[in-house]
């Protein structure tokens, strides 16, 4: 069955912690992107990775860093310079071939403060 | 930088009424432009989308209208039962999107 894994659903931060959350498609997709979601909010856009071993900063990359190694991967670390970490956070992925194709989700991760 | 404005923040309708969401984007370039809706806690989910050389889109009881010229785009929900109770989301763009804040649709029974 074809989809985004995104894990853990649940993570808790400590002060000064670096934390990472995972995220997996077996779609074959190209580009994966993270967003962040605050409460009543749009999504905003953290990072995007078009290709394996390279990305691209979004709006919002402060305090965040990615990887791409695989094409199948794209963890997202949410380190301590990011001192607002409390939000849901979605990881998308898309075929780059034909352009406009729609963003597929996971089910998100939620981030809190302990 | 580019934005997508959404309206209404929070829409209330009757079951069986119609409901209208209008986004309205600033970067020329779009091209693609999707409409997703998210229930409490899940991921975004895609209900419908249009590209920029069609001005209308229909499936079964939601339609999207394009404007290329005004820059704007709407989704069209008819006959509302409970279960279209949720928060759409549209977007702009090309590879990447650029979304709209939202809107909170309440049917009421």
């Given amino acids: 069955d074809g989809g985004i894994t995104q894990s853990p659903k ?29 409460p009543g909010q749009g999504l905003r856009l953290i990072y ?22 695989k094409k199948e991967s794209f963890p997202l670390t949410v380190t301590s310079a990011q001192k607002n970490p409390t939000a849901f956070y979605l990881c ?14 996971g089910d998100g991760t939620r981030l809190s403060i302990l | 930088g580019e934005n997508v404005e959404q309206h209404p ?3 209330s309708v009757q079951e ?9 984007y600033s970067d020329s370039a779009s091209n693609y432009f999707p409409w997703y809706k998210q229930e409490l806690g899940k991921r975004p989910q895609l209900i419908i989308d249009i590209r920029s050389n069609v001005g209308e889109k229909k499936d079964q009881r939601i339609a999207v209208t394009l404007n290329k010229t005004a820059k ?11 279960e279209d109770s949720a928060v759409y989301f549209c977007a702009a763009g090309n590879y990447q999107l650029i979304w709209g804040a939202g809107t909170k649709l309440i049917i009421k029974p």
Wanted: charged residues 20%.
């Fill in chain 2, 72 to 82: 704007h785009f709407s989704l069209h929900i008819t006959e509302t039962q409970p």
């Fill in chain 2, 16 to 24: 069986g009424d119609s409901a209208v969401i209008k986004c309205t």
């Fill in chain 1, 92 to 105: 998308a992925s898309t075929k780059l071939t034909g352009l406009n194709q729609p963003q597929h989700f």
């Fill in chain 1, 10 to 38: 649940y993570l808790f931060r400590k002060e000064g912690q670096n934390v990472t959350l995972s995220c997996e498609q077996n779609l074959n997709h190209d580009a994966m992107y993270w967003y962040r979601q605050d």
């Fill in chain 1, 48 to 69: 995007y990775s078009q290709i394996v071993n390279d990305f691209q900063k979004g709006d919002i990359a402060e305090g965040y860093s990615v990887s791409r190694e």
């Fill in chain 2, 9 to 11: 923040s929070t829409l």
